[in-house]
């Protein structure tokens, strides 16, 4: 996405700076919206369940996003992002909280964000590259068809498995 924002704004939206920041800022509001959503599903929802829904959201937002010519509706495609993104994060750092031992949590950390920097790299690059042969929507629907896929074939694979709750979240 941050590869092809700008462009994206300016090409199939055919906005300028203004566009880009609306985009930006919807994904934090998003973001936000999420955060104050999730304080009310902690104690109701299991956390593996959250970890789909936020990857069914981030494959659905992106796939509006991917043929919406308009600028209010591709904002609220990115304020649908900014929501799955943080519904992934926040239970994601609390599961790496609970199964980390204290000692080792910041080398972990270290070590996710290096992979984290890596793959966006990769990402970036694939994704301009992409664009030299398809449009800038039909990339965006490449990458969320392929995360729905792939994590559709993750499921299947370990359907079995299940996170464990432990409930140590305290929401103000």
Same mark, same amino acid.
């Given at each position: 996405?941050?590869?092809?924002?700008?462009?994206?704004?300016?090409?199939?939206? +055919? $906005?300028n700076?203004?566009?880009? +920041?609306?985009?930006?800022?919807?994904?934090?509001? $998003? /973001?936000?919206?999420?955060?104050?959503?999730?304080?009310?599903?902690?104690?109701?929802?299991?956390?593996?369940?959250?970890?789909?829904?936020a990857v069914?959201?981030? /494959?659905?937002?992106?796939?509006?996003?991917?043929?919406?010519s &308009?600028?209010p509706l591709?904002? /609220? /495609?990115?304020?649908?992002?900014?929501?799955?993104?943080?519904?992934?994060g926040?239970?994601?750092? %609390?599961l790496?909280?609970?199964s980390?031992?204290?000692?080792?949590?910041?080398?972990? @950390?270290?070590?996710?964000?290096?992979?984290?920097?890596?793959?966006?790299?990769?990402?970036? +690059?694939?994704?301009?590259?992409?664009?030299?042969?398809? +449009?800038?929507?039909?990339?965006?629907?490449?990458?969320?068809?392929? $995360?729905?896929?792939? %994590?559709?074939?993750?499921?299947?694979?370990?359907?079995?498995? &299940?996170?464990?709750?432990? @409930?140590?979240?305290?929401?103000g």
């Amino acid at each position: 996405m941050n590869t092809l924002l700008a462009p994206y704004a300016k090409d199939v939206l +055919s $906005g300028n700076a203004q566009t880009f +920041s609306a985009l930006e800022l919807a994904t934090v509001i $998003g /973001g936000i919206a999420m955060s104050l959503i999730y304080g009310k599903w902690v104690i109701s929802v299991r956390q593996d369940t959250l970890f789909r829904v936020a990857v069914v959201l981030q /494959g659905f937002s992106i796939a509006i996003v991917a043929y919406v010519s &308009s600028v209010p509706l591709a904002i /609220g /495609g990115f304020v649908l992002l900014g929501m799955a993104l943080t519904l992934f994060g926040i239970p994601f750092s %609390t599961l790496l909280q609970r199964s980390t031992p204290a000692h080792l949590l910041g080398r972990v @950390r270290t070590a996710m964000v290096a992979a984290s920097t890596a793959c966006s790299a990769l990402c970036y +690059s694939l994704s301009s590259y992409l664009t030299t042969l398809f +449009s800038i929507s039909f990339v965006f629907l490449l990458f969320a068809l392929s $995360g729905l896929v792939m %994590t559709g074939i993750w499921l299947l694979i370990h359907r079995t498995v &299940s996170f464990t709750e432990v @409930r140590q979240d305290k929401v103000g």
